[in-house]
């Protein structure tokens, strides 16, 4: 393939806009067939179709797009979303209540049905409309929708699968327009002009498979923040976690007519993570694969192994499905199916829950929890029938079933594979003070699969140019240099600025545009708004959003560069630190929300007479939420925030939209807000007090109602961290909700006293063993008003020793990397070494060099040698060691032409190790090897600080 055809997108993708208004896609003449949108020219296709806005009109691309479609298939039978009676009738009706619910925007999300619509793109909208998320009716417009509608019939119309696709696969896995929790941008059509000439010829499975390579050329793996970018903004800044890798796939394998799917395994049993990957249906078959992780074959993947050891793996199928696969719930606008069988071996348990009075208990909801970051995560929720029964599908590991009704529970502990029928009874009401210790063991791990993969050494190949290609399109992003020049146009500091450039990524050209655009006094204040926002944000946000901020956070403030913000004296306080000011009044960033332009909206709206009264007496606020403001909290399914804008049109939100709205009302007056550390409810600061604005009840204001103290037991091997070895949580509704802190703003417990809501609370902490096992314990107790209690964190350790797992001679053949001193018996001399065999462009390396550089100063004080040995055929082009970051300090890499180290290792552990990278093994001097992990794992830089011989603690 023509690696100049293959850059065209990214070497536009700097200049993309996903906010601005369609520009000159207007001038194309009259597009009289698919075909012919097929001759324009790829670059100026991207370049155009770049500026189309979410949020604007998109009328013109919708006339000629539909002329296309209506020409191309005039002469054809015509294709229905939907054809069977039944089904029509529930989605007109399904669509009528949606019509009600949003009704407050109807003229932006309805009035498109008054165009000229063919049969099939009425259904299309009616579908999409009557099952989408609150949250999209809240912040897109009808011709958005629209749009997905023509655009997934121009695929289905220009590719040759398009036609073989049945009906319900393509209306649930093609058409819709959502993955996940993304925001939404116009991927689907900048991808589909991208790709129709790339793909023409081929079959669907080599279709798809292509497409993969195509999304690894412009997105790899980096972890990230939970908020998920838009397609595009992954595409701008050339990586993203697996969640935005996938959404990234599914949205491009759609946008050519391939049905695709996002899976999840929503917490491993072995490890304390989580993964997402895709599957895609081609030729009557579904199939899975690594997003952007091209392989030559099907269904092959690092997790493929890991998913073996899986207790559920699932994906949403969008509306109202009634396919074949298993459903372990079906609500009113997706199914949840459980795909499990697919990849594991998989058990069906039972549960039989009864009241304290030894009857049913009919409607009692059962969770299926299973330990991962450090609390018990339930991976499904079941309702019992009238009879108090429930089942699920899962794998063969350990969970704790937990049921509730009310404020009564019930839990037990279970092996999966031991039990088919689970009895518990709800008699349980919160503890006073009680402890319970689980051994936690995930399902085993099993041989690995013998795969066919006979084209491994093309497909490296494959992947090295692919990997070239995004580096030149990275190459593209500013330089140190011009950052500097930038920075002393402005006369803004170069240090700063380098650091925001380099963040940015390739969306670079926002946040100089925004720069360029503020006045000089206002500049420092830019640069500080620039700095407290996300790195993500810096990625993905438009310059017009970060204007909005600024201008509208300085009025009525006279904002210093240090000291305090004076505010006037009917904001409630006389001044407020420059932190504060920073982090909670001018930081637009609230929760996971996507960033929009709201500030200036809503002060236009109010009014400034109704600003200045909101800021002098906070709780017209909430009087003005609770009247105007109707809460679902079934509608919007996929958990995205709606942004504040859409709350205050849509005037509906499900509860954490509302009390993300209530921050941005309250920063928009003037007064700092916050979600609380621990509960996440809106706060502002007032008088000098942080008050909770409560919904439920009257607002009220108080000191301190109890105070827990944490600390560190010092016997622990490494000091424990919130949602890796320790989680607190509080009752609610009969079950123990974990608290949030210990990122962001939310703080450390373990440097500070908790201060917290009287009531009942659980700490529950994990000692994850090598091979996943975890020795966990939870302490149930009450905290009462006035109380100060101090609990320590103790990890339970282990009482097995260590073993000898091989025995082996390590003095293979190195060839070391440029400026790298190897000797073997410099390395194996006075002690251990680890050594480990990489691949250093998968996502399974990428994180035991985020582990190891997460722990270094504990991993530097082991005084041991790390080896990081690549197999020459997977050395990545450019790699040198400075490619990471926070290495041990003692690391050395090189180079292996064999494998016959690892033939070594695996004869002598008995364990197959072929293409199980990374493999990480700690060796003493004279051979014997104490630790061995193969594949996927998260936590070996701990696990190597527990097993070794020299503590770092």
Same mark, same amino acid.
């Given at each position: 393939? @023509?690696?100049?055809?293959?850059?065209?997108?990214?070497? #536009?993708?700097?200049?993309?806009?996903?906010?601005?208004?369609?520009?000159?896609?207007?001038?194309?003449?009259?597009?009289? !067939?698919?075909?012919?949108?097929?001759?324009?020219?790829?670059?100026?296709?991207?370049?155009?179709?770049?500026?189309?806005?979410?949020?604007?009109?998109? /009328?013109?691309?919708?006339?000629?797009?539909?002329?296309?479609?209506?020409?191309?298939?005039?002469?054809?039978?015509?294709?229905?979303?939907?054809?069977?009676?039944?089904?029509?009738?529930?989605?007109?009706?399904?669509?009528?209540?949606?019509?009600?619910?949003?009704?407050?925007?109807?003229?932006?999300?309805?009035?498109?049905?008054?165009?000229?619509? !063919?049969?099939?793109?009425?259904?299309?909208? %009616?579908?999409?409309?009557?099952?989408?998320?609150?949250?999209?009716?809240?912040?897109?417009?009808?011709?958005?929708?629209?749009?997905?509608?023509?655009?997934?019939?121009?695929?289905?119309?220009?590719?040759?699968?398009?036609?073989?696709?049945?009906?319900?696969?393509?209306?649930?896995?093609?058409?819709?327009?959502?993955?996940?929790?993304?925001?939404?941008?116009?991927?689907?059509?900048?991808?589909? @002009?991208?790709?129709?000439?790339?793909?023409?010829?081929?079959?669907?499975?080599?279709?798809?498979?292509?497409?993969?390579?195509?999304?690894?050329?412009?997105?790899?793996?980096?972890?990230?923040?939970?908020?998920?970018? *838009?397609?595009?903004?992954?595409?701008?800044?050339?990586?993203?976690?697996?969640? =935005?890798?996938?959404?990234?796939?599914?949205?491009?394998?759609?946008?050519?007519?391939?049905?695709?799917?996002?899976?999840? #395994?929503?917490?491993?049993?072995?490890?304390?993570?989580?993964?997402?990957?895709?599957?895609?249906?081609?030729?009557?078959?579904?199939?899975?694969?690594?997003?952007? =992780?091209?392989?030559?074959?099907?269904?092959?993947?690092?997790? #493929?192994?890991?998913?073996?050891?899986?207790?559920?793996?699932?994906?949403?199928?969008?509306?109202?499905?009634?396919?074949?696969?298993?459903?372990?719930?079906?609500?009113?606008?997706?199914?949840?199916?459980?795909?499990?069988?697919?990849?594991?071996?998989?058990?069906?348990?039972?549960?039989?829950?009864?009241?304290?009075?030894?009857?049913? *208990?009919?409607?009692?909801?059962?969770?299926?929890?299973?330990?991962?970051?450090?609390?018990?995560?339930?991976?499904?929720?079941?309702?019992?029938?009238?009879?108090?029964?429930?089942?699920?599908?899962?794998?063969?590991?350990?969970?704790?079933?937990?049921?509730?009704?009310?404020?009564?529970?019930?839990?037990?502990?279970? $092996?999966?594979?031991?039990?088919?029928?689970?009895?518990?009874?709800?008699?349980?009401?919160?503890?006073?003070?009680?402890?319970?210790?689980?051994?936690?063991?995930?399902?085993?791990?099993?041989?690995?699969?013998?795969?066919?993969?006979?084209?491994?050494?093309?497909?490296?190949?494959?992947?090295?140019?692919?990997?070239?290609?995004?580096?030149?399109?990275?190459?593209?992003?500013?330089?140190?240099?011009? $950052?500097?020049?930038?920075?002393?146009?402005?006369?803004? =500091?170069?240090?700063?600025?380098?650091?925001?450039?380099?963040?940015?990524?390739?969306?670079?050209?926002?946040?100089?545009?925004?720069?360029?655009?503020?006045?000089?006094?206002?500049?420092?204040?830019?640069?500080?708004?620039?700095?407290?926002?996300?790195?993500?944000?810096?990625?993905?946000?438009?310059?017009?959003?970060?204007?909005?901020?600024?201008?509208?956070?300085?009025?009525?403030?006279?904002?210093?560069?240090?000291? $305090?913000?004076?505010?006037?004296? %009917?904001?409630?306080?006389?001044?407020?630190?420059?932190?504060?000011?920073?982090?909670?009044?001018?930081?637009?960033?609230?929760?996971?929300?996507?960033?929009?332009?709201?500030?200036?909206?809503?002060?236009?709206?109010?009014?400034?007479?109704?600003?200045?009264?909101?800021?002098?007496?906070?709780?017209?606020?909430?009087?003005?939420?609770? %009247?105007?403001?109707?809460?679902?909290?079934?509608?919007?399914?996929?958990?995205?925030?709606?942004?504040?804008?859409?709350?205050?049109?849509?005037?509906?939100?499900?509860?954490?939209?509302?009390?993300?709205?209530?921050?941005?009302?309250?920063?928009?007056?003037?007064?700092?807000?916050?979600?609380?550390?621990?509960? &996440?409810?809106?706060?502002?600061?007032?008088?000098?007090?942080?008050?909770?604005?409560?919904?439920?009840?009257?607002?009220?204001?108080?000191?301190?109602?109890?105070?827990?103290?944490?600390?560190?037991?010092?016997?622990?091997?490494?000091?424990?961290?919130?949602?890796?070895?320790? !989680?607190?949580?509080?009752?609610?509704?009969?079950?123990?909700?974990?608290?949030?802190?210990?990122?962001?703003?939310?703080?450390?417990?373990?440097?500070?006293?908790?201060?917290?809501?009287?009531?009942?609370?659980?700490?529950?902490?994990?000692?994850?063993?090598?091979?996943?096992?975890?020795?966990?314990?939870?302490?149930?107790?009450?905290?009462?008003?006035?109380? !100060?209690? %101090?609990?320590?964190?103790?990890?339970?350790?282990?009482?097995?020793?260590?073993?000898?797992?091989?025995?082996?001679?390590?003095?293979?053949?190195?060839?070391? &990397?440029?400026?790298?001193?190897?000797?073997?018996?410099?390395?194996?001399?006075?002690?251990?070494?680890?050594?480990?065999?990489? =691949?250093?462009?998968?996502?399974?390396?990428?994180?035991?060099?985020?582990?190891?550089?997460?722990?270094?100063?504990?991993?530097?004080?082991?005084?041991?040698?790390?080896?990081? &040995?690549?197999?020459?055929?997977?050395?990545?082009?450019?790699?040198?060691?400075?490619?990471?970051?926070?290495?041990?300090?003692? /690391?050395?890499?090189?180079?292996?032409?064999?494998?016959?180290?690892?033939?070594? &290792?695996?004869?002598?552990?008995?364990?197959?190790? /072929?293409?199980?990278?990374?493999?990480?093994?700690?060796?003493?001097?004279?051979?014997?090897?104490?630790?061995?992990?193969?594949?996927?794992?998260?936590?070996?830089?701990?696990?190597?600080?527990?097993?070794?011989?020299?503590?770092?603690?």
């Amino acid at each position: 393939m @023509n690696p100049d055809r293959r850059f065209s997108t990214h070497s #536009t993708l700097s200049t993309l806009s996903t906010h601005s208004t369609i520009s000159t896609i207007s001038t194309i003449s009259t597009i009289s !067939t698919i075909s012919t949108i097929s001759t324009i020219s790829t670059i100026s296709t991207i370049s155009t179709i770049s500026t189309i806005s979410t949020h604007s009109t998109l /009328s013109t691309i919708s006339t000629f797009l539909a002329a296309a479609i209506l020409l191309v298939s005039c002469n054809s039978r015509p294709f229905h979303i939907y054809s069977d009676e039944a089904y029509s009738k529930n989605v007109e009706q399904r669509f009528e209540q949606r019509k009600s619910l949003a009704g407050n925007r109807a003229e932006a999300l309805f009035s498109v049905f008054a165009e000229e619509l !063919t049969e099939t793109e009425q259904e299309g909208l %009616k579908f999409l409309n009557a099952f989408m998320p609150l949250s999209d009716l809240a912040d897109y417009d009808g011709e958005f929708f629209l749009n997905q509608v023509r655009w997934s019939l121009a695929a289905r119309d220009t590719f040759v699968w398009g036609k073989t696709i049945p009906e319900v696969v393509f209306r649930h896995f093609v058409l819709p327009y959502r993955v996940n929790n993304e925001n939404l941008d116009t991927a689907r059509i900048v991808i589909f @002009n991208e790709l129709k000439g790339r793909l023409r010829n081929m079959n669907m499975l080599d279709a798809a498979l292509e497409v993969n390579h195509w999304c690894h050329e412009k997105v790899t793996y980096r972890g990230s923040d939970i908020r998920t970018s *838009a397609p595009l903004a992954s595409m701008k800044t050339a990586y993203g976690r697996c969640g =935005e890798e996938s959404t990234f796939t599914v949205t491009a394998l759609r946008a050519v007519g391939i049905p695709a799917r996002q899976v999840y #395994t929503p917490r491993w049993a072995h490890s304390d993570d989580n993964h997402a990957w895709v599957e895609f249906w081609a030729e009557g078959k579904w199939h899975y694969m690594g997003a952007c =992780e091209p392989e030559c074959v099907p269904d092959l993947g690092w997790f #493929t192994e890991p998913a073996r050891r899986s207790m559920l793996i699932h994906t949403k199928a969008f509306g109202d499905y009634l396919g074949s696969e298993r459903a372990e719930n079906r609500e009113l606008n997706y199914a949840l199916l459980n795909t499990l069988g697919v990849y594991a071996p998989t058990k069906e348990i039972h549960v039989m829950a009864t009241g304290a009075d030894g009857k049913p *208990a009919a409607g009692a909801f059962i969770e299926f929890q299973l330990y991962n970051y450090a609390e018990y995560y339930p991976i499904s929720t079941k309702k019992t029938d009238k009879a108090g029964y429930c089942n699920f599908l899962t794998g063969l590991g350990d969970l704790v079933i937990w049921a509730r009704s009310g404020n009564a529970f019930g839990f037990q502990k279970i $092996s999966v594979g031991s039990v088919d029928t689970v009895k518990i009874t709800l008699d349980q009401t919160p503890y006073y003070d009680r402890s319970v210790s689980f051994d936690m063991e995930p399902p085993i791990q099993r041989e690995p699969l013998a795969i066919a993969n006979d084209c491994r050494e093309e497909n490296n190949r494959l992947l090295r140019m692919e990997d070239s290609i995004r580096g030149a399109y990275e190459n593209t992003f500013p330089t140190e240099q011009q $950052s500097a020049e930038f920075a002393g146009t402005l006369g803004l =500091e170069p240090d700063r600025i380098w650091l925001i450039i380099q963040k940015s990524r390739g969306n670079y050209n926002e946040i100089m545009s925004f720069l360029k655009t503020i006045p000089a006094a206002n500049l420092p204040t830019a640069l500080d708004l620039l700095e407290v926002i996300s790195d993500k944000d810096l990625r993905d946000t438009k310059a017009s959003i970060l204007e909005d901020h600024i201008n509208c956070s300085l009025l009525e403030m006279r904002y210093p560069t240090s000291g $305090s913000v004076v505010i006037p004296a %009917k904001a409630g306080t006389a001044s407020l630190s420059r932190d504060n000011f920073l982090a909670f009044v001018l930081n637009p960033r609230i929760a996971n929300e996507m960033l929009v332009a709201y500030r200036g909206e809503l002060q236009e709206s109010f009014g400034s007479e109704m600003i200045a009264k909101m800021q002098a007496d906070p709780g017209l606020i909430r009087e003005y939420i609770l %009247k105007e403001i109707r809460i679902n909290d079934v509608e919007n399914y996929y958990g995205t925030p709606l942004t504040p804008s859409g709350v205050y049109n849509l005037k509906v939100a499900d509860e954490h939209s509302r009390k993300v709205f209530a921050v941005a009302l309250l920063r928009t007056c003037g007064l700092p807000a916050r979600l609380k550390p621990g509960t &996440l409810e809106p706060e502002y600061l007032f008088n000098g007090a942080w008050t909770v604005m409560e919904f439920g009840e009257v607002t009220k204001t108080g000191g301190p109602t109890a105070t827990l103290v944490l600390s560190n037991d010092p016997q622990n091997p490494v000091v424990p961290q919130y949602e890796t070895h320790y !989680t607190l949580g509080r009752f609610a509704d009969g079950k123990y909700v974990t608290q949030v802190y210990g990122y962001d703003n939310f703080g450390d417990p373990l440097k500070s006293p908790l201060v917290l809501d009287p009531g009942f609370y659980s700490l529950v902490t994990g000692n994850r063993q090598p091979g996943g096992r975890v020795l966990s314990t939870i302490t149930f107790f009450e905290m009462k008003v006035g109380e !100060t209690r %101090k609990m320590m964190i103790t990890l339970r350790k282990s009482n097995r020793e260590p073993e000898i797992i091989a025995s082996i001679n390590p003095i293979w053949t190195v060839n070391p &990397l440029a400026n790298e001193q190897f000797s073997w018996p410099q390395l194996t001399d006075g002690g251990h070494m680890v050594i480990a065999w990489i =691949e250093p462009d998968k996502e399974t390396t990428k994180h035991v060099f985020q582990d190891l550089g997460s722990l270094k100063t504990e991993v530097d004080k082991l005084k041991c040698p790390f080896v990081f &040995l690549i197999p020459s055929d997977n050395l990545p082009a450019g790699f040198t060691k400075d490619s990471w970051k926070m290495l041990p300090k003692k /690391s050395v890499f090189g180079t292996v032409s064999d494998l016959s180290s690892l033939n070594e &290792l695996e004869k002598s552990s008995g364990k197959s190790l /072929s293409g199980q990278f990374p493999i990480v093994i700690m060796v003493d001097s004279i051979g014997r090897v104490t630790y061995l992990s193969s594949g996927y794992k998260i936590g070996i830089g701990e696990e190597l600080i527990k097993l070794s011989p020299t503590p770092s603690r």
